[in-house]
Every structure is written in structure tokens, then in C-alpha cells.
């Protein structure tokens, strides 16, 4: 299982560094991906990075404002939040699965964990 942390409460505007940590086994799979559930909705894709190669793959609500990066040595990947919004305001979830990068839906993703809480206010 993959472990979300690094959330918060912020202003809008501000920034905040998320985090997934997993092992060693777990990160010998292709992709992991950051996703977010927002009260009230269904859980979306919001980033995606192939742990070879290090390509990457945004959600258009956050392409320019967050980047996702690997540190395979440490097993970690992080979101880094810029220029935060509102309606960036919910529960951010890792997950891991093989195939593209540039896949956005939830099938095959899996080690899914408790997510970590973002919070923006206006």
C-alpha cells in the first residue's frame, strides 16, 4: 500500500509538497499516479509519472500550477502545489499501476491508502 501525506490547510495562492512513499517492490511498477476526491465527487486523476523513464502526465485543472516528481532511490513521489485554488480542495490519493503514463482513469490502479487532506481557502 502506498502511503499519501503532506496535506494541509493554505490559503489560495499558497503551495504545499505532497508526498507517496511505498516499497521497494511497489515501485518496480511502471506508474504512479496522484489522484484527488473532492466533497461530493468522484475521485479524479491528477498526475501521473512512469518511474523509468520520468514522463509525466497532468490533469488540464493543474498543468503549469503542480509538478510530480520521483526520488526512486528513496522510493518516494512528490506533488509539488503551486499558485493553490479553492477548488483544489480535497483528499489527494497515490496509487501505482503498469501501463501509460498518460492513462487518467482509476482502472488497474491499485495500493490505493487513506489520502491526505488539502484544504484552500479563499
Known amino acids: 500500500q502506498l502511503q499519501a501525506s503532506g496535506g494541509g490547510s493554505v490559503q489560495a495562492g499558497g503551495s504545499l509538497e505532497l508526498s507517496c512513499a511505498a516499497s521497494?517492490?511497489?515501485?518496480?511498477?511502471?506508474?504512479v499516479g496522484w489522484f484527488r476526491r473532492a466533497p461530493g465527487k468522484e475521485r479524479t486523476f491528477a498526475a501521473a509519472?512512469?518511474?523509468?523513464?520520468?514522463?509525466?502526465h497532468y490533469a488540464d485543472s493543474v498543468k503549469g500550477r503542480f509538478t510530480i516528481s520521483r526520488d526512486n532511490a528513496r522510493n518516494i513521489v512528490s506533488l509539488q502545489m503551486n499558485s493553490l485554488k479553492p477548488e483544489d480542495t480535497a483528499v489527494y490519493y497515490c496509487?501505482?499501476?503498469?501501463?501509460?503514463?498518460?492513462?487518467?482513469?482509476?482502472?488497474?490502479?491499485?495500493?490505493w491508502g487513506q489520502g491526505t487532506l488539502v484544504t484552500v481557502s479563499s
Open positions: 509519472i512512469n518511474l523509468s523513464g520520468g514522463g509525466t
Open positions: 496509487a501505482t499501476r503498469t501501463g501509460s503514463v498518460s492513462y487518467t482513469g482509476v482502472q488497474g490502479y491499485r495500493g
Open positions: 521497494v517492490r511497489i515501485f518496480s511498477s511502471s506508474v
